[in-house]
């Protein structure tokens, strides 16, 4: 049973009065007062470290702890451990016989459950065990940005978590933990946003991670994939059959591993029946021939099988791949990662891939630490930031949790993302 401390309540007489103590003397910063009607309190929260104080006054003379206040005294009230599983907690409490002042898990502030074990089980201390309400992750849904005779479908592929570290190389996390909050393995949470163009063809770019990877990698990578292109797809009203052309931005799992599925009978084989994929010739090399710095991202289940479904077109330049449809190499990130420029009607939106994962990433010198080239992520993004700002690109964010498209704005030499409804 894994027990963290998550704050020890303090009756007071008068709250203003105690801050004297708790804020000026000890130097603590406080949070904003709450009222809990229900318990006839006023609540005000002290963040101390991992763990907070709460200070509890009385707001009516019925308020337990009012009553608490006559018969002890101000003081020590109680303690708030934080559990994983309340429920199977307190069935194992009950076994040893600890006596409970709720006998089933109620509902407490901010949707966490909460129950109370009697002082008399507790040495003297009331204890309140607290199981925090844990975030439902919203489906993404598709949408839809026109540009002149291009549909541009923002499709999901759910979310997986990457080292937060990792993702942002050399700037420390005192920096980057504010605009990518971290989980308990350090990890930041990232979307697998894929793009669906409907133009002179349908074309797919890029598919996410796919579902041939392994419950342990699952864990690994935290894949939130409730809801994913089997889903987000249809909701675009686009079949797999549909899918007339698949381009990949470069071969690493989380860009390619939708390009192929696992039959029933265990093969693997491209997952959109009708589909040409469009692959730089580079990347596929490079991802043919991991080394021991690449072998963690390329994996060749994803796109062997499409060379000998004889599926896959190599293209060695930035080709367009059908109207108003280009890549460009921008290395960097691999040697053959390459981004995707949509033109029509007088204006351009940029899939940037792993060029720019998130609108964290626009400071020049925020370069992943995955990237097996950042001079040269450092070099082209520099030239590309200037030209995005200048043009007014339309920026389509792959890995972005929140952002899918906005335009990169400059204001007083601060460079920052104005996110598109
Ligand atoms: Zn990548
Ligand atoms: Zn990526």
């Known amino acids: 049973m894994k027990v963290v401390l ?26 904003a007062a709450e009222e809990v009607p229900s318990q006839r309190v006023r609540a005000q929260f002290i963040p101390a470290g991992p763990s907070s104080l709460e200070l509890l006054q009385a707001t009516a003379p019925d308020s337990p702890i009012t009553r608490f206040l006559e018969k002890r005294g101000p003081g020590l009230h ?14 194992h409490l009950r076994q040893r016989n600890v006596r409970l002042i709720d006998e089933e898990p109620r509902l407490g502030a901010e949707g966490a459950t909460v129950a109370f074990i009697h002082p008399s089980s507790a040495h003297g201390v009331l204890v309140e065990l607290k199981q925090p309400a844990v975030p439902q992750p919203q489906p993404e849904m598709p949408k839809t940005i026109r540009l002149g005779d291009i549909d541009i479908v923002t499709v999901s592929d759910g979310f997986f978590y990457l080292d937060g570290g990792a993702m942002f190389g050399v700037i420390p996390k005192t920096f980057w933990e504010k605009k990518a909050p971290p989980d308990e393995r350090n990890r930041i949470r990232m979307a697998m946003r894929c793009v669906l163009l409907r133009g002179a063809r349908t074309m797919l770019i890029d598919a ?24 987000s797809l249809p909701a675009a009203g686009v079949s797999p059959e549909a899918i007339d ?10 860009h390619a591993g939708g390009f ?10 491209p997952r959109f029946p009708r589909a040409q994929y469009i692959v730089r010739r580079g990347e596929f090399e490079d991802a043919m021939n991991p080394n021991e710095r690449t072998r963690g991202s390329y994996f060749l289940e994803n796109y062997k099988p499409l060379a000998d479904h004889h599926v896959l077109q190599l293209v060695d330049d930035d080709v367009t791949i059908m109207p108003g449809v280009r890549v460009r ?41 995955y990237d097996l080239f950042p001079l040269d992520t450092l070099n082209f993004k520099r030239a590309f930031l200037r030209e ?16 899918a498209a906005g335009y990169i704005r400059e204001r007083d030499g601060k460079r920052y993302v104005e996110k598109v409804a």
């Open 388 to 403: 995005a700002i200048e043009r007014e690109y339309l920026i389509l964010f792959e890995h972005d949790p929140d952002i």
């Open 6 to 31: 998550d704050h020890v309540g303090i009756a007071v007489e008068d709250l203003e009065a105690s801050l004297s103590f708790f804020r000026d003397a000890l130097g603590l910063e406080i949070e």
């Open 329 to 369: 190499r921008t290395g960097g990130h691999t040697m053959h990662h390459q981004m995707v420029l949509i033109e029509s009607a007088g204006k351009t939106a940029v899939f940037v891939a792993d060029l720019l994962p998130t609108a964290a990433h626009i400071p020049e010198v925020w370069v992943m630490g």
């Open 78 to 91: 109680h303690i708030t451990l934080r559990v994983d599983d309340l429920g199977a907690v307190l069935a």
């Open 245 to 254: 052309v698949v381009l990949a931005t470069h071969l690493h799992f989380d």
């Open 260 to 269: 192929t599925e696992r039959a029933p009978d265990g093969a693997v084989r």
């Open 208 to 231: 996410g991670s796919g579902d041939k990877m392994t419950s342990k990698q699952a864990d690994i990578y935290r894949l939130e994939r409730d809801f994913n292109l089997q889903h």
